[in-house]
Nanobody
Framework: VQLQAFGGGVVQTGGFLNLSCTAS????????IGWFRQAPGNEREEVSC????????YYSDSVSGRFTMSRDNANNTVYLQMNSLKPEDTAVYYC????????????????WGQGTLVTVSS
């Protein structure tokens, strides 16, 4: 079971990026998926997640209205579209998976992938 986040890079304030989370060894549509980020010196923060069973999404206050999470089951990929990026969005972004059906914002997430660095310049 492996997860991998892709799509990070350097972008100017106000720009956008679309992160991808892919899996090998299991189908992502049977899992709740979360996107997390960690900036240097900061604790890890959950920014978004999507439920396993009903597809409902959760967004932290810091990204609500700017980030959108979606599934592409045919390609076994989950996306995080990030718009109107700000310097404070700079962090390593990780995706994680959890097989439980509880609302995703309450899950601990069992499987974690390597992150992708997002840098937003001012």
């Amino acid at each position: 079971v492996q997860l991998q986040a892709f799509g990070g890079g350097v972008v100017q304030t106000g720009g956008f990026l679309n992160l991808s989370c892919t899996a090998s060894g299991f189908a992502l549509d049977y899992y709740a998926i979360g996107w997390f980020r960690q900036a240097p010196g900061n604790e890890r923060e959950e920014v978004s997640c999507i439920n396993r069973n009903d597809g409902n999404t959760y967004y932290s206050d810091s990204v609500s209205g700017r980030f959108t999470m979606s599934r592409d089951n045919a390609n076994n990929t989950v996306y995080l579209q990030m718009n109107s990026l700000k310097p404070e969005d700079t962090a390593v972004y990780y995706c994680a998976a959890d097989s439980r059906e509880a609302p995703c914002r309450f899950l601990g997430f069992d499987y974690w992938g390597q992150g992708t660095l997002v840098t937003v310049s001012s």
